[in-house]
């Protein structure tokens, strides 16, 4: 069946890149999500890519794929305390329903 | 904001009780999706409404689980006699792209 897995935690300084890995076994994905999940709240979407992309670029976020390994990556650029969250990578599959990792929390200190 | 609201963003019942929740996504969501979110995990997909029409339910809704979508706009999910086990966080999608709402956190106890 379909499986995301993804790192449980990471720890970066403010200031410094933030790199977020998550594999995936579906090569029948759509879509690539990442979304973002603040305690006690929902989850907000951050950015997604389609299949067929290699590269995604939305102000401090790079989205890299590779289809082949079927790894996905988030990077953050010039990390803030505010990012300080889980992050959850997700899949679609072919009835567009979400195949969510088990999220990575990410830990920024000063 | 992604104009996906639920309610109650809280709710706390007694085992056996029968709860239900709301789901308002913005009018142009033809689809809506509902998740179940335990602590430390992703969310875990549940049914999803192409419009009125239930299109897909997990085996993880059991016959204790009913979702109504009679309009095609808002949705509710109803939880009969309730179980220690059914505390979680109940999330709300909307759209294809999958806009989440808030929300409901559930505790059973």
């Known amino acids: 069946g379909e499986d995301v897995e993804q790192s449980l935690f990471l720890s970066v300084r403010e200031g410094d890149s933030s790199v977020i890995n998550c594999t995936y076994t579906d090569s029948s994905s759509t879509y690539l999500y990442w979304y973002k999940q603040e305690p006690g709240a929902g989850l907000q979407l951050l950015t997604y890519i389609f299949s067929n992309m290699d590269m995604k670029q939305d102000q401090r976020l790079t989205v890299l794929l590779n289809k082949k390994d079927k790894h996905l990556s988030l990077r953050i650029a010039d990390t803030q305390t505010g990012d300080s969250a889980i992050y959850f990578c997700a899949e679609s599959d072919n009835t567009d329903k979400l195949i969510f990792g088990t999220g990575t929390r990410l830990q920024v200190f000063p | 904001d992604t104009g996906v609201s639920q309610d109650p963003r809280h709710k706390i019942t007694k085992r056996g009780q029968n709860v239900t929740f709301r789901c308002d996504p913005i009018s142009e969501h033809n689809r809506l999706y509902w998740y179940r979110q335990t602590l430390g995990q992703g969310p875990e997909f549940l049914t999803y409404?192409?419009?009125?029409?239930?299109?897909?339910k997990s085996r993880l809704l059991s016959d204790r689980f009913s979702a109504e979508r009679p309009k095609g706009s808002f949705s509710t999910l109803e939880i009969q006699r309730t179980e220690q086990g059914d505390s979680a966080m109940y999330l709300c999608a909307g759209g294809e792209t999958q806009y989440f709402g808030p929300g409901t956190r559930l505790l059973v106890l």
């Open positions: 409404f192409q419009n009125e029409a239930q299109l897909e």
